[in-house]
């Protein structure tokens, strides 16, 4: 009887044991066929390298914080980074030594596209036609992946904006250009709060609006210009940006009502 229980007790170890080794492995293996072994919740710092265009770098400011510092000092949209953060993880279909790659062949010779995160680079190279993969440089490795990033990092340095109105902060009341003062109820407050722009872009030269500073009850007072028509838009003069607001939103932050069609 004792003889069977020490027969069972070390066929028991080494069913844990394989069972272990068989997980590490498979660990091992999951990891390896991820983008990079990079938790995003540790990256501090991106910088995006572009052939004909500006430089971007952002950094982290806290857990959910990022802040644009090029090619302008100014908030970091959220959604873009948790866009660029989820790609570390993209499944990879391949992977080669770089010595048995053609570089020029794939447009990894002279990438056009530099992905930097903090101290790793990730090359852009071409399309695969026939997968429609893109081919990546990372270290001694060429990799396919299958992504939809290479577009975002392509587009105009703006794009990176935070497009929210006031990413921090509470606002108390609207000061109009005629002197007239307006204090936000509750529900305007939120709105404030809560609103994001379609599109936030440099400032054209010569655009101007009425002017409206938003105090908050900081004390601290931002200014805006604001122009109604056919593509409503806030202005902010001193960042040089415009932020265009979908249809009824700058009615609403103004806490007007809208204007009624005539039949």
């Not at 170890?13 to 068989?22: E, F, N, P, R, S």
């Not at 498979?26 to 710092?45: E, F, K, M, N």
């Not at 570390?88 to 053609?102: G, H, I, N």
């Amino acid at each position: 009887m004792r003889g069977r229980l020490l027969l069972n007790v070390l066929l028991l170890v080494c069913a844990a044991t394989l069972g272990g080794w068989i997980y590490q492995r498979g660990s091992s293996d999951a990891a390896h066929q991820r983008l990079a072994a990079i938790d995003p919740l540790t990256v501090r710092r991106i910088e995006v390298t572009r052939a004909d265009a500006e430089q971007l770098v952002l950094v982290r400011r806290s857990a959910d914080d990022w802040q644009l510092l090029k090619p302008q000092v100014l908030p970091a949209s959220g959604y873009h980074l948790d866009l660029l953060l989820a790609f570390l993880q993209a499944p990879v279909a391949a992977r080669y030594p770089s010595t048995e790659v053609d570089l020029a062949a794939v447009g990894l010779a002279q990438p056009r596209l530099v992905l930097r995160v903090d101290s790793q680079d990730f090359a852009f190279g071409s399309l695969d036609p026939l997968q429609q993969r893109r081919y990546l440089r990372h270290g001694d490795e060429v990799l396919l992946v299958r992504e939809g990033v290479s577009a975002i990092l392509a587009s105009p340095w703006w794009n990176f904006i935070d497009r929210r109105l006031l990413p921090a902060g509470e606002p108390r009341a609207l000061h109009f250009a005629d002197g007239h003062v307006r204090v936000l109820d509750p529900p305007l407050q939120r709105l404030w709060q809560q609103a994001s722009a379609s599109i936030v872009r440099p400032l054209a030269a010569g655009v101007a609006g009425e002017a409206l500073a938003l105090e908050l009850r900081s004390g601290e007072r931002i200014d805006w210009q604001w122009l109604g028509g056919g593509q409503p838009r806030l202005l902010r003069p001193e960042l040089g940006l415009e932020y265009q607001l979908p249809p009824g939103l700058l009615e609403a932050l103004l806490g007007r009502e809208p204007e009624k069609k005539a039949l």
